[in-house]
């Protein structure tokens, strides 16, 4: 992820690195002191971060008296100059979210967050986002608004039938999903599953790796996206 960004492009560039990682830097403020935690992430269709995390943790006890956050989206991993190469840095407040929908779609990007989701000690958070701030290579920096960094358009429709295509795709063309996983993970790993799809694109996971399916253009509705995914599958049985 190291091309040189054009401006106009950098906020749909910094929500693919968001909705690439899995996992992210947390910072909460421990009683004004700053305190830092590695933590599992996933993304709503807006891109919003989401967050599972155990009452018991210190970051969450942060949050509780002070629910304002970053995130460090970091994807440097294997660059012998990791300061020259893509970040992100997202401000916001975390949110506590008791909605079945977002805890199912990050239980599909972390399958093993399904062991202890139901517990009573773990809560699902959203990100509410203010800014971000990008670093997208040497001499690339700025901050983008929540205005221009979330995806705006209405998702729910797109939303409501994520999870019957996501099983439809892993279900009918589970040899595509595998082709592409292989492919754009540069992995010859076996089991590659479709974990969830949004505007931009569809996720996807084999054991612990992850990469992701681009959109050459953003869909909004059902329709759109089976398309966009019918053409994908398409190119492989060509």
Known sequence: MSETVPIRDSARFARRLLRSRDRGALATSLRGAPYASLVLAAADLDASPLLLLSDLAQHSRDIAFEPRVSLLFDATEGHPDPLAEPRLTVLGRAKAADDERLLARFTARH???????????????RVEVERGHLVAGFG?????????????????????????????????????????????????????RMTGIDPEGADLRCAGDTTRLDFPSPVLSPEAARAALARFVAEVRR
């Not at 062991?115 to 958070?125: I, K, N, T, V």
């Open 111 to 125: 399958p093993s967050a399904s062991l202890y989701a139901g517990f009573a000690d773990f809560r699902l958070y």
């Open 140 to 192: 690339q920096i700025e901050w983008i608004e929540a205005s221009e960094l979330l995806f705006t358009p209405n998702t729910r429709d797109l939303a409501a039938h994520e999870p019957a295509i996501v099983t439809q795709i892993n279900e009918i063309h589970a040899d595509a999903i595998e082709f592409y996983g292989q492919r754009l993970s540069g992995r010859p790993d076996t089991g590659w």
